[in-house]
């Protein structure tokens, strides 16, 4: 016979709400692990940065994760990125790296190639992303199977260049993912710039996409922040042509034509997007909020809409995000 007893951990710490961190774990994950704060800078308030072949530690007193290699009786350093310590596993968490998914993630990417039933999709992944035709909607939302007709029709629908928002909805055997547009708030991309940002700053929020109201531009401007780092700033639209208003055209989702939009609506455009670049450059992760209160920020000191001066920019940083970048 023998019994189980269960000997609590030492001690345990989890990441302080007041430190920024571009982790995407939730935070009860966080709270069950076992961070501490030791000789090599894994804890909570260290950000040790490592490169390359630099020696961590033995490997005799911890195992080796992702981002790190046994050398002799070291573990060492394959990446240049941050130390992260759960317990006695050790890894090191890259500072830019290619996005890696999960099914349920919304993604912005181009089209490719043009297949036989499906599409190819660069999604800013290790490899390109898969769309078939079945896991598209028709014009109009008919719901029916496709058939060979609507095969013929494929460029109608998507052509090469094409940019597109899709959500996550499984993965092949080989890894790459695999998309869906099966909702009607999915599809092509119009009136818009894209923007590319490292994954690392798109948080998973209960919603991807925001409207910023006016008085930013006539009509506002429309967010959509991609997990795999493609930020899509477009003109916004009224209430009632978004999807489910009296004036929302299903038709249209396909159309290659951007709609006329005033001096005004580019400008506001224009400026969400430099506030986005601005903000990333800091490594700042983005959300809807703080993109609001940018723009705000920006319009109560009635500076001029579009591009944003160097000093103002740090202005906007210490008083919005308490960051001085004078330094």
């Not at 994950?29 to 894994?42: H, N, R, S, T, Y």
């Not at 006695?88 to 349920?104: D, F, H, M, N, T």
């Not at 991807?208 to 899509?232: E, R, S």
Request: proline share 5%; hydrophobic share 35%; with cysteine.
């Amino acid at each position: 016979m023998f019994s189980v007893k269960t000997i609590l951990p030492t001690s345990t710490q989890s990441f302080s709400d007041d430190i920024l961190s571009t982790h995407r774990r939730h935070q009860a994950e966080l709270d069950a692990m076992d961070l501490d704060e030791d000789e090599f800078g894994a804890g909570p308030s260290k950000r040790n940065i490592v490169t390359p072949g630099e020696v961590i530690t033995s490997s005799k007193e911890y195992m080796r994760g992702h981002g790190t290699y046994v050398e002799d009786v070291n573990v060492v350093s394959s990446v240049t990125g941050t130390i992260e310590r759960v317990n006695k596993l050790i890894s090191v968490k890259a500072i830019r790296s290619k996005y890696v998914p999960e099914v349920g993630d919304l993604v912005i990417g181009r089209i490719v190639e043009v297949g036989p039933q499906r599409w190819r999709v660069e999604a800013n992944g290790r490899q390109d992303a898969v769309l078939m035709l079945s896991s598209v909607n028709l014009p109009g939302g008919v719901q029916r199977r496709k058939i060979e007709s609507d095969a013929l029709k494929m460029r109608e629908f998507l052509a090469e260049g094409d940019l597109l928002v899709a959500e996550v909805q499984a993965f092949f055997g080989d890894g790459a993912m695999s998309l869906h547009t099966r909702s009607l708030k999915y599809g092509k991309l119009r009136n818009g710039q894209l923007l590319s940002v490292p994954p690392q700053l798109i948080r998973r929020l209960k919603s991807h996409f925001h409207h910023i109201p006016p008085p930013c531009g006539p009509t506002g401007v429309d967010v959509i922040l991609g997990l795999n780092g493609y930020v899509w700033v477009s003109n916004g639209t009224s209430q009632e042509k978004r999807e489910g208003g009296e004036g929302f055209d299903s038709e249209g989702v396909y159309s290659d034509k951007n709609d006329d939009i005033p001096p005004e609506g580019r400008q506001a455009t224009s400026t969400i997007t430099n506030l986005i670049k601005i903000l990333a450059d800091e490594g700042i992760p983005l959300t809807d909020t703080l993109i609001e209160e940018s723009f705000n920020w920006i319009n109560q000191n009635q500076l001029p809409l579009g591009s944003i001066a160097h000093n103002d920019a740090e202005r906007m940083l210490a008083e919005i995000v308490g960051i001085d970048i004078t330094a």
